[in-house]
């Protein structure tokens, strides 16, 4: 029975450490980065918008991850189709819509797993691959 109230005795007065501790600010050193999941994939073919073709890309000549399609729209392959749309806002935001399903959909699709602090750079021979933000350097495969 004595054991028992030691036992017991301990544990309560450690509690509040335990909690303490489990409450402590992370350091940079311990801190585990989590990676963003993203879709990747090189696409082409006709470029359907509300079901309007509105130009053709050549096959897998764009390659981009949902996550940076918006950024893709703004490249110079799409100047054509961007045209053909008369593009506004709210074209614009259709064509982003249309891609990032043809990504999705894509039966080379693959999904990547981008470090923190990184920016996807989808190409025809690495779809999964990056670079590190401004500020940030590669090594071991993450971006610190």
Do not use: W, Y
């Amino acid at each position: 029975m004595h054991s028992f109230t030691i036992i017991s005795l301990t544990l309560a007065a450690l509690s509040p450490l335990a909690h303490a501790a489990a409450h402590l600010p992370r350091t940079g050193l311990d801190a585990r980065p989590h990676a963003a999941t993203n879709v990747c994939a090189c696409i082409g073919g006709v470029i359907r918008v509300d079901g309007t073709d509105c130009g053709t890309l050549e096959p897998e000549s764009l390659c981009a991850c949902v996550s940076t399609v918006a950024d893709a729209v703004a490249s110079v392959s799409l100047a054509p189709i961007k045209a053909a749309l008369a593009i506004g806002a709210a074209a614009e935001a259709e064509l982003v819509a249309s891609l990032k399903t043809q990504i999705q959909s894509s039966p080379k699709r693959r999904t990547c797993a981008h470090p923190p602090h990184s920016v996807p750079a989808c190409s025809r021979e690495d779809l999964c691959g990056f670079t590190c933000r401004s500020g940030f350097e590669l090594s071991n495969g993450l971006c610190f």
